[in-house]
């Protein structure tokens, strides 16, 4: 057993809520960050989630958020304290991607709310670990915990000499992309051992976090889940061999693109993410759904997902899924730098819900596909929506069609909720919405293709059946024929929209 709490459930900032919040009294969708530290208070007491991320990539965020939780929530966290009961974990930029600005704010507001708890009374050092995002190398890893070392030390000797501050911190990577997951367990053991040179003894534990929006985004979804499994699967094995902990984090949305995670589909994710230990629930798991039904999803997650024997794959399998994904993701690239221009006026349009600083240019990182630009993951998940062509089928329904019977029974033994998925994602197809993108170019040809594959493979009734997905059906025809026209138009559309299918994207 570790010796501290693992959390079951990390409530994160990401915008994909459709809805305004249950906390905010102006029944706003938009979360300014001023306000993100009321919502973090909320989805501690409301909804018990055990863990908050709080996110310095690529926005805004507030460098007072422990002083603000503990001056106005004092009596609240001297029972659940941080850093024993509940955590906040903060997420710091990438430095080898944007500017290093947000580190020092981050690290240096990490070190002043450790005096400030001590100074209130707590006993637990309230942060002592953070995520790297986009990591890539070991000596990532390990270079993050030199740069907080070498502030503490600087702060201790210069500013506010104490015996209180830590000069260490533990941390927390974040794979992304097929390979970088894949090859997680080599990228864990160099970094092990890097560990143990500086340090002079190896962690018992690693908490290791998956992404489940932009390895789809890169990649396209059959790619993405097979990414997430393998990876699930070789970090267990890893640990075993290792003689330590690992305690997998999924980074998942409501879309099914997005990982699927929604009240609605929790027993589905604890299936198809078995040996998960600590799940999102982002902005549209906690505000798109009646309260309850939230509540009650967290409350299934929190029981099953400590339990929940861990995937495993022998090592014949392993090489099938892998040709499987790259096989998948040379169809959804080809695809997607042809269409994605086409896209272009739905992402311009498309609803902010946070404040993020500009994703491209000098603050800024943009992610590619063989050179085309795109927009972050909840954009384009829900722009394809938008357009009535959810983005799971790019590619997929080729990609099927091109395996073997044995390389069939392979992905479909790893991935049980296949049919049901398709079964779920054909209602919000919009054929004559494809009909009109396929006289703009023919590449969305290929994208009817998928369609069709996976309509006969799966019998899929294509179209809606409920009263809801007959009105995102319609709307998605008009978002099509005025793409080009007025954005605050189209924007209004995009947010009906996501109400009706519970996530913007």
Known sequence: MPDRKIPAIMGTQHPDNANAPFWDTAQQPFISAYRETDEAFANYQVLDVDEYMWDWEGKHADAAVLDRLFSTHYDYFKEEQL????????RFPNIWEEKGYNLMQAMTAFLSSEDFAHDLGFDQRPLFEAILPMAQRADQILEMQLLFEKLATFKDTTFTPTEENKTYIEMIPLFEEFETQYHAPEILKEYLDLHEQH????????????AGSDSALSAGFMSSIIGNKLALARLHQFAKEEGIEIYPISGTGSAIFRGGLSPLRVERYVREFAGVRTATVQSAFRYDFPLEETKAGIKYLKEHLPAAKPIEIDAADETVLSEIAQKSAAFYQDTLEQIVVDVQPIFKAFPKRRDRRQHVGFLGYSRSVDNVELPRAIN??????????PPEFIGFGRAYASLNDDQLAVLKRYYPSMQEDFNELSHYVNLDSLAILKTQSPAWAEVEEDINILKEAFDLKIGPETLAQEQHFEI??????MKEGAPIAITALINRMAQLRHFLG
């Open 199 to 210: 340090f002079g003894f190896r962690p018992k534990s690693l908490r290791v976090f998956l």
């Open 83 to 90: 850093g024993r009961d509940k955590f906040l974990t903060f």
């Open 476 to 481: 998605a025809s008009q978002v099509v024929q």
């Open 380 to 389: 384009f998940t829900g722009a394809f929506y938008s357009i009535g062509l």
